[in-house]
């Protein structure tokens, strides 16, 4: 294989790897839709989101009813939220939520990835002064009057909806969620996602190589593995 080849497979290798990501990504929210509530997007109105993101990023059919059952229980094992909290390279926070059905081989798996990284996987509760827990939507801007949804959302609990570029990003306390959720459904928007998330309220930065390198391998281990749902920290870049 040529130089110009060779350069190509490895963007190509890149690209592949970046798309596999994404789909695992939109995957493991049907997952978490369907073990919440039903297996129906009819009447599941989070699946409905997750499903319908799912078609847009062109995810296989059959990955998303795999997803579906997984999540129902379907094959005959039971799945079990459970979050872990640690601090990497450099001080810099990192929350961790899973969806395990061996707790041992998760909890295992991230402390490993912790100690590789130069971090260290800390008790559950050390990280609730750093990471506040928000309700948020992203909504399509078009056939959606701003005016009118911003004063829909509002009455419904919403605390910001702000544009950007072609969506609407909405934020509001935990317990405007179905608040918010319901309203859409009246006013017949379906976001493309909705989902309960944690924003840091306060920063780590550096410009430390080693910390930055130790940064990005921890993420990418916790995010490549299969019960990892979804990884938080409250990193600065500089930049």
Wanted: hydrophobic content about 35%; proline content about 3%; glycine content about 10%.
């Amino acid at each position: 294989m040529g130089r110009k080849s060779a350069k190509i497979a490895t963007r190509k290798g890149a690209a592949d790897k970046a798309r596999g990501q994404v789909f695992t990504r939109a995957l493991k929210d049907v997952f978490i839709a369907s073990k919440s509530g039903s297996g129906d997007p009819g009447t599941n109105f989070l699946l409905k989101v997750a499903v319908e993101r799912c078609k847009k990023l062109n995810v296989p059919k059959d990955n998303i009813e795999k997803a579906i059952k997984k999540g129902q229980g379907s094959d005959g094992v039971g799945y079990e939220d459970v979050n872990y909290e640690g601090y990497g390279l450099g001080g810099i926070a990192v929350f961790v939520e899973a969806s395990s059905n061996n707790g041992t081989r998760t909890v295992g798996n991230v402390r490993s990835y912790f100690n590789k990284c130069k971090g260290s996987l800390g008790v559950s509760g050390s990280l609730e002064f750093i990471f506040e827990r928000k309700a948020r939507f992203y909504i399509p801007v078009e056939g959606v009057d701003e005016d009118e949804l911003t004063l829909n959302l509002i009455d419904a609990g919403a605390e910001e909806v702000e544009r950007k570029e072609e969506l609407f990003e909405v934020f509001g306390p935990v317990d405007s969620f179905g608040a918010i959720q319901e309203k859409l459904q009246e006013i017949n928007v379906t976001p493309d996602e909705a989902a309960l998330i944690r924003i840091p309220v306060s920063y780590k930065d550096s410009d430390d190589d080693e910390v930055i390198k130790q940064f990005d391998k921890l993420i990418g281990l916790l995010e490549e593995d299969e019960d990892v749902v979804t990884v938080y920290h409250n990193f600065e870049s500089r930049e």
